[in-house]
């Protein structure tokens, strides 16, 4: 008892992180299905990231840190973000057609095949108690979702998909960049971001008639940035920072199993924003 009080304060700050990025995702979430309705996702991700990117530059000049934004392992940093892309492209893609507490619920999943992808790697113990709190919390999904054939939504699918890019990211970031900084993952995954927003929205900009669609999040054209659009792209653009940040330092901290059982209560966020 006694050692496990000794423990107890290495514990709670990946805990506490992984809660308050699963609070600040949900509402970045909810923000971005509510107004999915008037941008094009290629736009909100190229215009999200490099508010994200200038904030961080901005207060790396201002604390005058020498430390180098380049990261210590330049091909697994290039993996995570990659998946992490993929992950949020899928997901957010998912939105428009199904509600945030389905989408949420179906993403999470993640945790049980966190916990199974850390047990077949061996990157930390996971206890039978991990396994029996990870499998209550997939049961807790299924009764949220309610898989009926008669129901079925082929969106659903990309959460899913979504689920399994997350885990393979988070289970890398605790194996092989648990010594890496927090704020070169954050930079280097929104540096992603930019990239495959610019490259999507110049596809649609060279190819309008063929590849743009009035009423689809992915293939919608670019929209005029008003007071209300600059609001809600800094807004979402926080949130953003401020989840990337604390995931990172939550598995760099933490064993993957057990921050994975936290990482549940974005549904509980996710549920609340999307009453």
Not at 51 to 59: C, E, F, G, P, S
Not at 151 to 169: I, K
Not at 197 to 209: I, T
Not at 218 to 228: A, C, E, V
Request: aromatic share 10%; with cysteine; glycine share 6%.
């Amino acid at each position: 008892m006694i050692a496990g009080i000794r423990r107890l304060p290495a514990s709670i700050l990946p805990i506490g992180a992984i809660v308050l990025c699963c609070l600040s995702l949900a509402a970045g979430d909810a923000l971005l299905k509510w107004s999915s309705a008037a941008l094009s996702l290629w736009q909100i991700f190229l215009c999200r990231s490099i508010l994200v990117i200038l904030t961080l530059v901005a207060t790396r000049l201002w604390a005058k840190s020498p430390a180098s934004w380049l990261p210590r392992s330049p091909g697994w940093t290039g993996i995570r973000s990659a998946l992490l892309v993929g992950m949020w492209v899928t997901y957010y893609a998912a939105l428009p057609h199904i509600q945030l507490s389905v989408a949420a619920a179906v993403l999470y999943t993640t945790p049980l095949v966190i916990t199974l992808i850390s047990g077949m790697l061996g990157s930390d113990s996971v206890t039978g108690r991990s396994w029996v709190v990870v499998a209550a919390g997939f049961l807790g999904v299924l009764l949220i979702v309610k898989p009926d054939t008669s129901e079925f939504n082929s969106y659903q699918l990309l959460p899913l998909l979504s689920s399994c890019l997350y885990a393979l990211a988070m289970v890398l970031t605790r194996v092989h960049l648990k010594d890496e900084s927090t704020t070169v993952l954050t930079l280097w995954l929104n540096l992603g971001f930019v990239l495959v927003a610019a490259a999507f929205s110049l596809g649609f900009l060279l190819w309008p008639a063929e590849a743009s669609s009035p009423n689809g999040f992915l293939t919608k054209q670019w929209q005029p940035l008003h007071l209300r659009e600059i609001l809600i792209m800094v807004a979402l653009a926080m949130t953003f920072l401020t989840g990337n940040l604390l995931a990172a330092y939550a598995y760099q901290r933490g064993p993957a199993p057990t921050i994975a059982v936290y990482d549940y209560t974005y549904l509980v966020f996710a549920t609340m924003f999307g009453v």
